[in-house]
């Protein structure tokens, strides 16, 4: 069954990891995906294997915490297609270090990236979903963003605001028929966390009531069902894809 055929979405940091899963899966279900991403040649290479099996994607090059930048690919994006149904804030860094040590740097660029950016990006995107009265958002959290994590304060403060931003644009928008709410992926395996020590990545995995790290497609069957009309009755929630790790 296509869930969301015709439709058109924004992902944002989905020129790998878990983006590129909302995106491949987006496009599988009949939607048109745009991929936006700091890496221009990995944007190029992620549309083209959406594209090489038939499915849509378009991509361009940007940094969500750069508004200009932003509001005027989303008026380019609308002033082709008409229209943006689906907005899902994924693009998300780490700068981890203990708080004592921490430099303002790695704290600013963090919030930045993080909440900064799905900030900016839900802005820009409302103009047109709000004249539309409909639209569908989806931000990336974290479990951290919910427990917390030594090491990894400027990240959980960065996650849990964007719980807090899921809510408060939930209530703003929903008399539009904007639907927003958060996915919190526990240890899923990307990039990100093949950069964590073997020994941390055990010790991790033994935590999880499922035994096993999740996949980026654990993330993404997630997003494609909340931003199909299946979720209708669902916003402000926080929704957690950790094989249990935190109940
Ligand atoms: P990743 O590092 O594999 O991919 C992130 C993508 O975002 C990269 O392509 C990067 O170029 C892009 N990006 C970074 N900064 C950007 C910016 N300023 N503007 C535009 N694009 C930017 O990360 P991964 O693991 O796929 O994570 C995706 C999201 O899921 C992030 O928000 C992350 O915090 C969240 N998450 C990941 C978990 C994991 O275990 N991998 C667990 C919980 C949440």
């Known amino acids: 069954m296509k869930r969301l055929e015709d439709k058109v979405a924004i992902i944002t940091g989905a020129a790998r990891g878990i983006g590129f899963s909302i995106a491949e899966k987006i496009s599988e279900h009949g939607a048109t995906s745009v991929i936006i991403d700091l890496d221009k040649k990995a944007v190029d290479t992620a549309v083209q294997q959406i594209d090489d099996i038939g499915n849509r994607a378009i991509g361009f090059t940007a940094d969500v915490t750069n508004s200009e930048e932003i509001a005027s690919i989303f008026k380019e994006i609308h002033k082709e297609f008409g229209k943006i149904d689906i907005l899902i804030n994924n693009a998300g860094i780490t700068k981890d270090g203990l708080l ?4 303002e740097s790695d704290w600013d660029a963090v919030i930045n990236v993080n909440l900064k950016g799905t900030f900016i990006c839900t802005q820009k995107v409302s103009r047109y979903m709000l004249k539309n009265r409909s639209g569908i958002i989806v931000n990336i959290a974290s479990v951290i963003g919910l427990m917390g994590n030594a090491g990894q304060a400027n990240y959980a403060a960065s996650k849990g605001g964007i719980i807090a931003l899921t809510k408060s644009s939930a209530k703003e928008f929903a008399s539009r028929n904007i639907r927003v ?6 240890f899923i395996q990307t990039e990100m966390t093949d950069k964590l020590p073997q020994e941390i990545i055990d010790n991790y995995s033994a935590a999880i009531p499922l035994s096993r790290m999740g996949t980026a497609t654990d993330v993404a069957n997630l997003c494609v069902f909340l931003a199909s009309d299946e979720a209708g009755y669902i916003t402000g929630q926080t ?3 950790d094989g249990g790790l935190i109940m």
Request: aromatic residues 0%; positive net charge; charged residues 15%.
């Open 181 to 186: 709410n958060a996915v919190a992926p526990g």
């Open 239 to 241: 929704i957690q894809v």
């Open 100 to 103: 004592m040590k921490m430099k």
